[in-house]
């Protein structure tokens, strides 16, 4: 026999199980509401976390980078040495113009040097080459032989030195000494004289301490001073414009004349303006006491003085 409630509580039991599935589905979304705050919780958490790691760790980063690296760079390079530095590819070229220079083949030799300076400006070599070409230079000019820069002149019947001074237009003992005439009386009817026509320039560097003579605007050689009381640079000051003022010999606090029987036993001193840039020979090397200025040596000052002439620029630097 089969049980058939009544139609009132077929009513009831259906309202009852509409509640339970109503309490239900509130269970459900009370329960997914707490898993997905759980969820924001953790991925707020994971989101905290990876900026955190951000920032310390680039901050780590930066520091090991800033401060730790190189000091262990510098570890290292104390354990093992600095790194080899790499050849310098001009040596040969260097090795070639000093091969020139010792074959005494002068022209060519001062035509590759100077073809070095102009190539190779950040060589290592590049002070010894200007050494080379700078005594080069000096031989050239005073060897009197031809040479592509000098004029020649043939001595005639009645020339004198202070009438040749005047047809070369060249001073007197610049004319002697480029020709290794030391008495002027010696001149001799047919000889040839050789004279260059230079147009030099004096560059004092008070930073590097280095005396550079050039010659129509090319370089000509460089000295090293032995002594230094110039005026000492501050700052950087823009170059200053000077020129050669005299040129003196002395022998024991006396001026002597070239050509005359001191000479070869005198110092030199080349006075400059502005003042406290005069080059003189240190008198550790027999040359007079001087004030301020720049000693060179006895051999330089010797140069310096067949040279330079009154009136030469010069550049303080």
């Given at each position: 026999?089969?049980?058939?409630?009544?139609?009132?509580?077929?009513?009831?039991?259906?309202?009852?199980?509409?509640?339970?599935?109503?309490?239900?589905?509130?269970?459900?979304?009370?329960?997914?509401?707490?898993?997905?705050?759980?969820?924001?919780?953790?991925?707020?958490?994971?989101?905290?976390?990876?900026?955190?790691?951000?920032?310390?760790?680039?901050?780590?980063?930066?520091?090991?980078?800033?401060?730790?690296?190189?000091?262990?760079?510098?570890?290292?390079?104390?354990?093992?040495?600095?790194?080899?530095?790499?050849?310098?590819?001009?040596?040969?070229?260097?090795?070639?113009?000093?091969?020139?220079?010792?074959?005494?083949?002068?022209?060519?030799?001062?035509?590759?040097?100077?073809?070095?300076?102009?190539?190779?400006?950040?060589?290592?070599?590049?002070?010894?080459?200007?050494?080379?070409?700078?005594?080069?230079?000096?031989?050239?000019?005073?060897?009197?032989?031809?040479?592509?820069?000098?004029?020649?002149?043939?001595?005639?019947?009645?020339?004198?030195?202070?009438?040749?001074?005047?047809?070369?237009?060249?001073?007197?003992d610049v004319i002697m000494r480029s020709n290794n005439i030391s008495d002027p009386r010696r001149l001799r009817v047919g000889d040839t004289l050789y004279v260059s026509h230079p147009d030099f320039t004096l560059v004092i560097d008070r930073k590097t301490q280095i005396v550079t003579l050039y010659n129509h605007a090319r370089f000509f050689k460089q000295y090293h001073p032995t002594g230094w009381t110039a005026p000492p640079l501050k700052g950087n000051p823009?170059?200053?414009?000077?020129?050669?003022?005299?040129?003196?010999?002395?022998?024991?606090?006396?001026?002597?004349?070239?050509?005359?029987?001191?000479?070869?036993?005198?110092?030199?001193?080349?006075?400059?303006?502005?003042?406290?840039?005069?080059?003189?020979?240190?008198?550790?090397?027999?040359?007079?006491?001087?004030?301020?200025?720049?000693?060179?040596?006895?051999?330089?000052?010797?140069?310096?003085?067949?040279?330079?002439?009154?009136?030469?620029?010069?550049?303080?630097?």
């Open positions: 026999m089969i049980f058939d409630p009544p139609h009132s509580d077929r009513r009831h039991i259906s309202n009852f199980e509409l509640a339970g599935l109503a309490s239900l589905r509130s269970l459900q979304r009370i329960s997914s509401f707490r898993r997905a705050a759980r969820g924001g919780v953790i991925l707020k958490t994971l989101v905290i976390l990876a900026l955190t790691a951000i920032v310390f760790g680039g901050g780590a980063y930066f520091t090991y980078r800033l401060f730790i690296e190189p000091t262990q760079i510098l570890k290292n390079e104390s354990a093992f040495g600095s790194p080899t530095p790499p050849p310098d590819m001009t040596i040969p070229e260097y090795e070639r113009c000093l091969q020139l220079k010792n074959d005494h083949q002068w022209q060519d030799a001062r035509a590759a040097y100077e073809h070095f300076l102009e190539t190779y400006p950040a060589s290592t070599k590049l002070d010894a080459a200007k050494d080379d070409l700078g005594e080069i230079n000096v031989i050239i000019y005073f060897s009197g032989g031809p040479a592509p820069d000098k004029d020649g002149y043939v001595i005639k019947p009645g020339d004198t030195l202070a009438r040749i001074e005047r047809k070369l237009k060249a001073p007197g823009p170059p200053a414009a000077g020129k050669v003022l005299e040129v003196a010999s002395f022998r024991n606090g006396q001026r002597v004349a070239f050509g005359s029987r001191d000479f070869d036993q005198s110092s030199h001193r080349v006075q400059i303006a502005p003042p406290g840039y005069t080059l003189y020979t240190d008198p550790a090397q027999g040359g007079e006491k001087a004030g301020a200025g720049i000693a060179l040596s006895a051999s330089d000052m010797d140069e310096l003085s067949a040279l330079l002439t009154k009136g030469v620029q010069v550049t303080i630097r």
